[in-house]
């Protein structure tokens, strides 16, 4: 497809478990994004890669929360010991250039830890 | 600390009227300014933007206006649409340096027919 993809859609998860959720990007945007959005919020920076390369991640609530892009392409945001404050939309955006505007937007992940 | 807030969170507007959604903003840094559309169940599309050099952008239905002195945006629909109603967020950024998005919390427009 054209768009950013990202899956699961859905994920529940226990409280305790650990997730890997991946986001895959437009074909050749140089940077990727991840935000979190709770319920009722817009969304909050999480993290930013420029190719494999993660320039900023200052927006990482713990160190639960691990991203990787290791070959410049797919993204993998990690949550381990998931939380019930966890619980949100982890939306993920490209970019063909290094500049903070132009990012479009995958239709996110909704995870729910129970 | 809500750098950019959107203080309505709905708003109801009747079709082929103007619709107005506000957003403001406190960090003086941020020099480029976005609007989003989200539909639910999907991620948020951009519809416009405009940097700090400017003080208005068009783009067919859609017109931002940014007040820097008042550090407050407005976007402008008009003549508002059915396909409109969605969930319209105001988003700030550092041309220079940071790379990400600041999001306001998101205004619900509902288009009555």
């Known amino acids: 497809g054209a768009g950013v993809s990202q899956s699961p859609r859905y994920k529940v998860a226990k409280r305790g478990q650990d997730v890997a959720l991946r986001c895959d990007p437009i074909s050749g945007h140089v940077s990727l994004f991840w935000y979190q959005q709770a319920l009722g919020q817009g969304p909050e920076f999480l993290t930013y890669f420029q190719n494999e390369a993660q320039l900023d991640k200052s927006g990482l609530p713990s160190d639960r929360f691990f991203a990787e892009r290791p070959e410049g392409s797919v993204s993998t945001l990690k949550i381990q010991r998931t939380q019930q404050e966890d619980s949100a939309v982890y939306l993920c955006a490209s970019s063909p250039q290094g500049a903070g505007w132009g990012q479009f937007f995958g239709p996110g992940t909704r995870l729910t830890v129970l | 600390d809500q750098q950019v807030k959107q203080n309505s969170p709905s708003l109801s507007v009747q079709e082929g009227r103007i619709s107005i959604l506000n957003c403001d903003y406190t960090?003086?840094?941020?020099?480029?300014f976005l609007w989003y559309k989200k539909y639910p169940a999907e991620g948020p599309t951009f519809l416009i933007s405009?940097?700090?050099?400017?003080d208005k952008n068009e783009d067919g239905r859609f017109t931002v206006f940014l007040n820097k002195s008042a550090k407050h945006l407005s976007l402008h629909i008009v003549p508002s649409q059915p396909g409109d109603s969605a969930v319209y967020f105001c988003a700030a950024s550092r041309i220079q340096g940071a790379q990400k998005l600041v999001f306001g919390q998101g205004t619900r427009l509902t288009i009555n027919p």
């Open positions: 960090n003086s840094m941020f020099d480029y």
């Open positions: 405009i940097s700090s050099i400017k």
